[in-house]
Antibody, heavy 119, light 107 residues
């Protein structure tokens, strides 16, 4: 059974870059869309964007100018970078999988990692 | 962006009750509507996809219906482990968007 695990710093300073990695285990990164979703403390869910294993990407326009998602198929990992962070970017960040040819549902999620933006 | 509006925002119910949550999309989304359950401190879990398809391993007391812009999520007989927050999400177009959530609490 495939599992996803987020990793990266839990604390980032304002104006700096947030970087997270999601490691896919128990299955291949091929033939899926790989997503990042975030949830500010006590609030709802916001989709950040996805990358296809082939490398094509799609980002939320609200974050597009600051976001990059990349994939490393040799390591079965994909990554998120978010530039110029502010306190408003403090959130639990989840990685999630979408099967190709599906209704684009997020069928598998990582456990999430809290990133706090603070000096 | 497609706006997703859930109602109610919260509800109180007892074990064994039938619970219904509605989700309305700001524009046509066909059947590209998914439902998730989230418990405190945990990641969301997919329950229903394509408006009415039950995800593998999910109990049959959960169901979904609707198409176009109006959707319904039902728990036929609420169990103690079902107290959680439920989100709808559209996958018709990007950016993917979620409803604000419905918190199901114990009466």
């Amino acid at each position: 059974q495939v599992q996803l695990q987020e990793s990266g710093p839990g604390l980032v300073k304002p104006s700096e870059t947030l970087s997270l990695t999601c490691t896919v285990s128990g299955g291949s990164i091929n033939s899926y869309y790989w997503n990042w979703i975030r949830q500010p403390p006590g609030k709802g869910l916001e989709w950040i964007g996805y990358i296809h294993y082939s490398g094509s990407t799609n980002y939320n326009p609200s974050l597009k100018s600051r976001v990059t998602i990349s994939v490393d198929t040799s390591k079965n990992q994909f990554s998120l970078t978010l530039n110029s962070v502010t306190a408003a970017d403090t959130a639990v960040f989840y990685c999630a999988r979408v099967p190709s040819g599906s209704y684009s549902q997020f069928d598998t999620w990582g456990q999430g990692t809290l990133v706090t933006v603070s000096s | 962006d497609i706006q997703m509006t859930q109602s109610p925002s919260s509800l109180s119910a007892s074990v064994g009750d039938r619970v219904t949550i509605t989700c309305r999309a700001s524009q046509f989304i066909s059947s590209y509507l998914n439902w998730y359950q989230q418990k405190p401190g945990k990641a969301p879990k997919l329950l229903i996809y394509a408006a009415s398809s039950l995800q593998s391993g999910v109990p049959s007391r959960f169901s979904g219906s609707g198409s176009g812009t109006d959707f319904t999520f039902t728990i036929s007989s609420l169990q103690p482990e079902d107290f959680a927050t439920y989100y709808c999400q559209q996958s018709y177009s990007t950016p993917r968007t979620f409803g604000q959530g419905t918190k199901v609490e114990i009466k």
